[in-house]
């Protein structure tokens, strides 16, 4: 048995989940032809309490997207120095908009207000890119699936309103946060200008991100978004799979954070593992003390069907998913109190 926790953009659709596929009425999307993907537009919109939203290929695109919508070559975006639109993102926002990232270190990559206040240029520095955007993480992968509180993204928000900066959320992952912190998605609705989610992750579906925003400026993604190449035709039979995944494998999300935290537990108690960081959704990062090699902990692992990642020296993640079986988690936490 093969046992991927590498990430939970491994899983693959259900067979529920591809007979929906396969019944999708479909049309030409670039024209705005498609009845399931225009359905899955107004559900996701009308879910965050938003005039609009856009369906993308990918999360990447959309947050690549919604940068340029809110910026202007020679400007400046501000985010934490472990963000994905910072890190892992190919140098987009440089490439697509010309723009700089301003970081600040924050703490499990979430940022507070006073950092971003505190890293706002002077808008009189002709010198100096002008601050045009601030990008939050939520919840954050490098941060281990950290979640924020609403009161600091409301303070964020309130910095951005009064230095007329725009805020987007990268919410790849939010439909964890929105589980783990029995949180309503018309909250960060009401926060931000943009958001981008994923269904693809822990929802399961094969394919697809959604912006999400006021009309005007889902309007304008509509050509950015061409002028990425993501325009579609009949995508109609992925946004299925994405309606599919919203109707019915969000509050599962919360059997995923139990086995992550079990995971960690288990971890905690190992004494070749130097620490794991604070769970509380769905990613599990921990350190192997200094004399054991941790490319030794995934080999070993890999061995027996099992397959972790390295975020760097001593550093580990796991992801739990919809496909991570309550047998397949029996399995890992035998195999690792068996490891050494």
């Given amino acids: 048995m093969e046992i991927n926790l590498t990430s939970d953009t491994v899983t693959k659709p259900s067979q529920e989940m591809l007979a929906a596929m396969m019944r999708a009425e479909v049309g030409d999307d670039v024209f705005s032809q498609d009845p399931t993907v225009i359905t899955l537009q107004n559900t996701v919109a009308n879910l965050f309490g938003k005039e609009a939203a856009l369906f993308f290929p990918s999360g990447t695109m959309a947050n690549q997207a919604a940068i340029k919508l809110h910026t202007q070559p020679g400007e400046q975006l501000i985010c934490d120095h472990l963000s994905h639109v910072y890190l892992f993102e190919s140098g987009g926002a440089a490439f697509h908009s010309g723009v700089t990232c301003g970081t600040v270190v924050g703490n499990r990559g979430m940022i507070t207000a006073e950092q971003v206040l505190g890293r706002i240029n002077d808008p009189k520095a002709f010198y100096e890119p002008k601050s045009a955007l601030v990008c939050i993480e939520n919840t954050t992968n490098k941060g281990g699936g950290a979640c924020y509180d609403v009161d600091e993204l409301l303070k964020i928000k309130q910095v951005c309103i009064n230095n007329n900066l725009k805020l987007h959320l990268d919410g790849a992952r939010l439909w964890n946060a929105l589980v783990a912190k029995k949180q309503h998605p018309k909250t960060f609705g009401d926060i931000f200008d943009t958001i981008s989610v994923c269904f693809s992750k822990g929802l399961g579906a094969p394919v697809g991100s959604m912006l999400i925003g006021d009309a005007e400026t889902i309007q304008r993604a509509i050509r950015v978004r061409k002028l990425m190449g993501g325009g579609m035709r009949q995508v109609g039979y992925l946004a299925a799979g994405a309606l599919y995944a919203i109707q019915h494998n969000v509050s599962?999300?919360?059997?995923?954070?139990?086995?992550?935290?079990?995971?960690?537990?288990?971890?905690?108690?190992?004494?070749?593992?130097?620490?794991?960081?604070?769970?509380?959704?769905?990613?599990?990062?921990?350190?192997?003390?200094?004399?054991?090699?941790?490319?030794?902990?995934?080999?070993?692992?890999?061995?027996?069907?099992?397959?972790?990642?390295?975020?760097?020296?001593?550093?580990?993640?796991?992801?739990?998913?919809?496909?991570?079986?309550?047998?397949?988690?029996?399995?890992?936490?035998?195999?690792?109190?068996?490891?050494?």
């Fill in 252 to 340: 599962r999300l919360a059997h995923d954070h139990e086995r992550a935290k079990e995971l960690g537990a288990c971890l905690a108690a190992l004494d070749w593992v130097e620490k794991v960081e604070e769970i509380e959704t769905n990613i599990v990062i921990f350190s192997t003390k200094p004399q054991v090699d941790y490319l030794h902990v995934i080999e070993a692992l890999k061995q027996q069907g099992i397959y972790i990642s390295a975020l760097g020296a001593n550093t580990l993640r796991m992801v739990t998913h919809l496909d991570y079986t309550a047998e397949m988690h029996q399995i890992v936490l035998l195999k690792l109190q068996q490891l050494f």
